[in-house]
């Protein structure tokens, strides 16, 4: 029987880490050179496309890693993808990583998903976890969110701050999961301000075409949305919502964040007063509540959601200028506690 559980605070805090990660190919391991780290190895992860360095997505896993070494003194890894790789590549290095020994190992994204099938039934010792995505194993926790109750309060925000009554949503990939972004942002815009119209955009169908890692067309998007008046735009596109907000920065109109806190990024330092909020997904928090339950001894398995009730999503309010909008700051607080306690129902599609 699927065991669903939802995750206690002690993912919490996580997202707000500093990411100081840099772009880079290949493979990573962190045999920490510190004479405080023990010798027995831990948390691994393996990224999604765009790997770390994305400012989004994969760089807040990191993060969870980062804390996980921390606390707990062992070995980590974390593993790149590679351009135009197949299942079999994910499945080998999935294999690899546990019969080196490290426990648990994590896969960044859905993409992972037939691999981490394939692989965690021939190692049954080792604890699974794979983000966005639900996989069946005795072994195997699947860390999945509620995106679209992130979005909602970002569609919120953005109709309180549109001047146009038009907005923008740029989704990396045309998949069920992007889709989920794209339901609760229209949602909350309509329900803030039905007179603000939502001008949507996928930039590719699949992943491997890019829309994932390529700032250029997300960049290209947000340029078309903004000839159509969107003056907020909101990104749910990984590496490629750089070019979103590039774009929004350069024509002074607002972006909206994804994943991470973005106003926070040092990479995005150029454009940070146009990045109006971010929706939060606390990717860090439940990797590391992983390998905290596998360090304590009672691996977390099943599928285990993180939703605005324990912070496993949430909007950032890091820039300041979010509490001169009026009206903002209370309709965000208002539609948050609507949807915690059920009388705000947010569409996933």
Not at 56 to 78: H, M, P, R
Not at 213 to 225: F, I, L
Request: charged content about 25%.
């Amino acid at each position: 029987m699927r065991r669903i559980s939802k995750l206690t605070r002690v993912a919490v805090g996580v997202a707000s880490i500093a990411l100081a990660a840099t772009a880079c190919g290949g493979t990573s391991s962190d045999d920490s050179g510190d004479s405080g780290t023990k010798d027995e190895k831990g948390l691994a992860i393996a990224y999604d496309i765009g790997g770390k360095g994305d400012q989004s997505f994969n760089d807040a896993a990191y993060a969870g890693l980062e804390k996980a070494q921390k606390e707990f003194g062992y070995k980590t890894a974390d593993i790149e993808p590679t351009e135009g790789e197949t299942d079999a590549d994910k499945e080998q290095r999935l294999a690899s990583l546990a019969k080196q020994g490290y426990n648990p190992v994590i896969g960044v994204g859905f993409a992972y998903g037939p691999a981490m099938e394939a692989v965690a039934k021939d190692y049954p010792d080792t604890t699974f976890g794979i983000v966005d995505s639900v996989v069946e194993g005795d072994n195997v926790a699947s860390l999945v969110f509620a995106e679209q109750e992130a979005s909602y309060l970002a569609g919120v925000a953005a109709a309180k701050a549109t001047e146009s009554n038009v907005v923008g949503f740029v989704g990396g990939v045309d998949i069920p999961l992007i889709h989920k972004f794209e339901a609760g942002y229209k949602q909350g815009v309509q329900d803030t301000n039905p007179e603000v119209k939502v001008v949507s955009q996928y930039l590719t169908q699949t992943a491997e075409e890019g829309g994932f890692s390529s700032p250029d067309k997300g960049k290209a998007a947000a340029e078309g949305q903004i000839e159509k008046k969107a003056d907020v735009v909101y990104q749910a596109a990984g590496l490629s919502g750089q070019g979103v907000i590039q774009a929004a920065a350069k024509a002074k109109v607002w972006a909206i964040g994804v994943d991470s806190d973005q106003y926070q990024q040092e990479a995005l330092s150029a454009e940070k007063d146009y990045i109006l909020t971010s929706a939060l997904k606390d990717v860090g928090g439940a990797v590391y509540a992983l390998a905290k339950s596998v360090e304590d001894g009672k691996p977390l398995t099943g599928v285990q959601t993180f939703d605005l009730k324990v912070d496993g999503v949430g909007l950032a309010d890091s820039n300041p200028k979010m509490a001169e909008i009026e009206g903002l700051t209370d309709a965000v607080a208002k539609a948050k506690e609507g949807i915690i306690d059920g009388s705000i129902k947010v569409k996933t599609e």
